[in-house]
T-cell receptor
Framework: DVKVTQSSRYLVKRTGEKVFLECVQD?????MFWYRQDPGLGLRLIYF???????EKGDIPEGYSVSREKKERFSLILESASTNQTSMYLC???????????????FGSGTRL | KNEVEQSPQNLTAQEGEFITINCSYS?????LHWLQQHPGGGIVSLFM???GKKKHGRLIATINIQEKHSSLHITASHPRDSAVYIC?????????FGTGTSLTVIP
């Protein structure tokens, strides 16, 4: 089974701190995604990546950056955490370059920040 | 405007009841997905549909491409079915998500 692992289940940070959320997948997936999930708003795409060192903005990239130095790892960075970034963060990965239509789409367990 | 609309937002059922969750979308899609999220956050994929109907155990998913509508049915519901069910569509290279239906099945 494909496994997507997020490094922390729960994280508490102060405003202004730099925060790193790590996501690792073990099935050589090309595509990786970061979402945040908020009540009433559902899942919203922050950033995604189709390949190493490639990244594209999603719907709500403001206040976030990402890093993909290795294929299996996709990091979400909050340069200066703010209270409105309190949320559940979910990482996902998928198999093909076209990504979303493939069955291999798999989520991590989430990090509640 | 959200491309994906789900209803109901919240649903409480007695154990054994037949449950239906609906999903409507507004644009052409590559595929529609039903996801399940248990308390604690982990999301698993239940179904991916591009046409017709799929069944897995007590879960049935249908899609009507012409009407841009999908339903997820749970037969003989059980308390362990309590979760958030999320409809998602793939459009071009991305997913778009409904806001989810929170299901509680009471023993």
């Amino acid at each position: 089974d494909v496994k997507v692992t997020q490094s922390s289940r729960y994280l508490v940070k102060r405003t202004g701190e730099k925060v790193f959320l790590e996501c690792v997948q073990d099935m050589d997936h090309e595509n990786m995604f970061w979402y945040r999930q908020d009540p009433g708003l559902g899942l919203r795409l922050i950033y995604f990546s189709y390949d190493v060192k490639m990244k594209e903005k999603g719907d709500i990239p403001e206040g976030y950056s990402v890093s993909r130095e290795k294929k299996e790892r996709f990091s979400l960075i909050l340069e200066s955490a703010s209270t409105n970034q309190t949320s559940m963060y979910l990482c996902a990965s998928s198999l093909s370059r076209l990504g979303a239509s493939n069955y291999g789409y798999t989520f991590g367990s989430g990090t509640r920040l | 405007k959200n491309e994906v609309e789900q209803s109901p937002q919240n649903l409480t059922a007695q154990e054994g009841e037949f449950i239906t969750i609906n999903c409507s979308y507004s644009v052409g899609i590559s595929a529609l997905h039903w996801l399940q999220q248990h308390p604690g956050g982990g999301i698993v994929s239940l179904f991916m549909l591009s046409s017709g109907k799929k069944k897995h155990g007590r879960l049935i998913a249908t899609i009507n491409i012409q009407e841009k509508h999908s339903s997820l049915h749970i037969t003989a519901s059980h308390p362990r079915d309590s979760a958030v069910y999320i409809c998602a569509v793939s459009i071009r290279n991305q997913f778009y998500f409904g806001t989810g239906t929170s299901l509680t099945v009471i023993p």
